[in-house]
Every structure is written in structure tokens, then in C-alpha cells.
């Protein structure tokens, strides 16, 4: 099947259309399980694209620029190697047909590519998914797949009033009044600076930590973070305190640690994937308490709370 006949097919998968004859049979043949899945999946991400697209005035249509694809346990174990690749390539085909299609037809986009990821959510049953649009990408996030650049449109497109472009913040100080120019260019001789004279009532010292968090990868430190406020946020993301990298399945925030006015330390889940204290199992928006030296498992992470005043106590 040529490479146009074959975009073709992706378009009519998404499209909820029937296979048409097998060229090497002459036979109407069913998709398979893969490609069943692979359908689904498309046309998931499709509808919401369609749901999420924004187009204010300015002739400038806004989609997220990352999709996360969440499949079950079982359906991640049998999506791996060779399938996975072509599973994501389907994918970024299907959603990057689509794209060009919208061009074609006079759209135009805030973004040139897409991407999309695969993550595993426990609770989901074999065969189920959902699709989690992502608006704020952090650009040191790796992406498993991406979708290739769409095609510029060939065409002129119709006269239109030219588009005016969209500040991505807004002013938020008027511009100062205009001055006489013999006052602007004047130059003012600047007065030598004053040398400082250390005072000891004056001296800044570091403020001891309230507690440390340290954390550990298949059996080593990585590194061991000093925490000089009440509440700290670990997550892969630029957002988060404390950073951990290399570990897709952990969220950009996906967890809080918060200290008490007595040294006691809880922890809140925030991510999608659960946390576990010891061998207590924590889901997303529940909280336990954490004792120093108990283990806190965050997906292939291990974290540790250090600190004199942190009780001890094991998780109940």
C-alpha cells in the first residue's frame, strides 16, 4: 500500500469509516485487535482536539501541543518494542493528517507540531483509555513521539484584513508620558559610590533547614535537598521544588510534603499515578503522614524525610 493510500486509511479510521478491499485478496476484511486499539485511540485524541480548540479573534486557532494517552497495565505490557513504535506512529500520522487537512481549509495553527505520550493508569480496565490534553509544556520534558511539521499551504487563500498579531502578555503599565528631549539627553556626573563598612549587627546568616529531603534511585543518592519552608513540591516539572528527572510516569507536581508547627511532616499525592508510605498505598488528593526513615516510594523514586525534630512514628 503506497504511502497516499495509505494516509487515506488513516483519515477513514478516524473518521469511523469501513475498510475498504484488501488488495491482496479482493476482500473486505475487519481491522484487527491493533488496529481496533490504534483506531480508538485516534479517534480519542481527535474529538479532544476538536474540544479544546480555541480561536479568538486574530485568525490564530490555539490547540494543546501535547497529548498524554493513558492505557491500563495490560495493555501497556502488550504495546512494547516494535508495537509501541508503531502504535505512536499511527498516532502522530493520524493527528498530523487532520492538521493539514484544517490547513488546507484556511487554518491556521499557534503551533507547528504536536506530541504525544504514553503513560499507565492503574485503574483504567483492559482495552479502556482516555486522552489528557496539555496546555503548559515544559520544554526540558522529554516526549516520546512527535508529530511531524505540517506541509505549508501551497494555495493563496482569499483577501482578508490583515491579522493582528496577539501580544502573549498583556500591558501591564502604560507607557510614560513623552519629556522634553533637552531633559532626556542630559547627562547627570554620578557621585563615586560610598565604600560599605561591615557591620556585625547587619550580617546575613543562612538560616538552618527545617528538614531535608533526600532521594534515592535504584539504591544510590541522588541528591539531598535542604527544605528552608513548610511545604515542598517534588515533580519532573520546572514547577516543582524539587526536581526529578528521567522517569515519565512521575507528574510535573506530583507530590507535597507540609511540616507542622511540631516537626511532623505529611505527605498529599498530586499526580496522577499513587504514592506509596511504606507499604500504604496513597491516591491522588489523599495524604499520610510521614516519619523520619519511613520510605516514601514516588514511581521509580525513593525519598526520605531527615531532620531532628521530624517524629519518627511509623505510618499507622
Known amino acids: 500500500m503506497g504511502v497516499t493510500n495509505w494516509l487515506g486509511k488513516i483519515r477513514a479510521w478516524v473518521d469511523g469509516d469501513e475498510f475498504s478491499e484488501a488488495p491482496e485478496t479482493g476482500k473486505k476484511r475487519g481491522p484487527s485487535k491493533w488496529e481496533e486499539y490504534l483506531i480508538a485511540v485516534a479517534r480519542g485524541i481527535a474529538e479532544v482536539m476538536d474540544e479544546e480548540t480555541l480561536t479568538p479573534p486574530g485568525g490564530v486557532t490555539y490547540v494543546p501541543p501535547e497529548y498524554i494517552i493513558f492505557m491500563s497495565q495490560d495493555d501497556d505490557g502488550e504495546w512494547q518494542g516494535v508495537k509501541r513504535q508503531a502504535l505512536l506512529q499511527g498516532l502522530n500520522t493520524a493527528i498530523a493528517e487532520r492538521i493539514r487537512e484544517m490547513q488546507q481549509a484556511g487554518v491556521k495553527f499557534n503551533t507547528a507540531s504536536m506530541s504525544i505520550e504514553l503513560r499507565v493508569d492503574a485503574n483504567l480496565a483492559k482495552g479502556r483509555f482516555r486522552v489528557q490534553p496539555v496546555w503548559e509544556v515544559d520544554e526540558k520534558t522529554k516526549v516520546l513521539a512527535r508529530m511531524p511539521a505540517a506541509k505549508p499551504i501551497s494555495a493563496p487563500l482569499p483577501p482578508t484584513a490583515p491579522a493582528v498579531p496577539v501580544s502573549p502578555a498583556p500591558v501591564t503599565a502604560p507607557l510614560p508620558?513623552?519629556?522634553?528631549?533637552?531633559?532626556?539627553?542630559?547627562?547627570?556626573?554620578r557621585r563615586p559610590p560610598?565604600?560599605?563598612?561591615?557591620?556585625?549587627?547587619?550580617?546575613?546568616?543562612?538560616?538552618?533547614?527545617?528538614?531535608?529531603?533526600?532521594?534515592?534511585?535504584?539504591?544510590?543518592?541522588?541528591?539531598?535537598?535542604?527544605?528552608?519552608?513548610?511545604?515542598?513540591?517534588?515533580?519532573?516539572g520546572a514547577q516543582a521544588d524539587i526536581k526529578v528527572e528521567g522517569d515519565m510516569e512521575v507528574s510535573r507536581v506530583h507530590l507535597r510534603f507540609d511540616r507542622a508547627a511540631d516537626g511532623a511532616v505529611s505527605v498529599t499525592c498530586l499526580g496522577l499515578n499513587s504514592i506509596f508510605v511504606g507499604e500504604k498505598e496513597v491516591?491522588?488528593?489523599a495524604s499520610a503522614p510521614v516519619g523520619a526513615g519511613e520510605t516514601v516510594r514516588l514511581c521509580g523514586f525513593l525519598l526520605f524525610i531527615e531532620g531532628s525534630d521530624v517524629p519518627t512514628s511509623a505510618t499507622p
Open 177 to 189: 508620558p513623552t519629556v522634553d528631549s533637552e531633559e532626556a539627553t542630559r547627562v547627570v556626573a
Open 283 to 285: 491516591l491522588t488528593d
Open 194 to 236: 560610598v565604600p560599605e563598612v561591615e557591620d556585625d549587627a547587619t550580617r546575613v546568616r543562612p538560616r538552618a533547614p527545617l528538614f531535608a529531603v533526600r532521594v534515592e534511585r535504584d539504591g544510590a543518592t541522588v541528591k539531598t535537598h535542604p527544605v528552608h519552608k513548610n511545604a515542598v513540591t517534588v515533580g519532573r
